[in-house]
């Protein structure tokens, strides 16, 4: 039996293991924090913990060219759009060009680990985009983050 092996192989990439309480809680505004985890260039994706207070929320935002994953750790949500619950344990998947607006339920943080394809363009009441999140503007928060708390910030971005 032979070993199938992809080619080319890169050997300047090598597997790596953060640990997640060495990264910052980073303030991204709308009373939400982030703890980001990587950043893909190639596909414009991130993996990041998004943490939110109880009774917190993140205003109604669609999701522009890039589908959702998440994974709940503490806490439960849901978005006020759909009828389900997330809760520990909970996977999530958000197809592009789905909107909804999460709230967080009960009386304890919520905490979830996210992986965000394309742009999170944030709607007003007139679906009128007012703010955006994407890949690029994460990684400079983090970057920015870095620089005023003097933290060498970790090589997150492949
Ligand atoms: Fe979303």
């Known amino acids: 039996m032979s070993l199938f092996l992809p080619a080319p192989i890169d050997r300047e990439l090598v597997d790596v293991a953060i640990d997640s309480d060495d ?3 980073i ?3 709308q009373g939400f924090s982030f703890k980001p985890l990587h950043f893909w260039s190639a596909t414009g994706t991130w993996a990041n913990l998004v943490r939110l207070e109880p ?3 993140i205003r109604r935002h669609v999701h ?3 589908q959702v994953f998440a994974y ?3 806490g439960s949500w849901h978005y006020l759009e759909h009828d389900w619950v997330a809760k520990p344990g909970s996977w999530v998947w958000e197809p592009p060009g789905d909107v909804h607006t999460l709230e967080v339920l009960g009386d304890v943080p919520m905490v979830t680990l996210f992986v965000v394809s394309g742009v ?3 709607l007003d009441d007139d679906d009128q985009v007012v703010q955006q999140d994407d890949f690029r503007g994460r990684r400079a928060k983090y970057l920015e983050h870095c620089r005023e708390h003097g933290l ?3 090589a997150l971005m492949t």
């Open 23 to 25: 990264l910052p809680w």
């Open 120 to 122: 999170v363009q944030y």
């Open 27 to 29: 303030d991204n505004g």
């Open 152 to 154: 060498q910030p970790l």
């Open 55 to 57: 009774g917190g929320q």
């Open 72 to 74: 709940v750790l503490e």
């Open 64 to 66: 522009a060219g890039g």
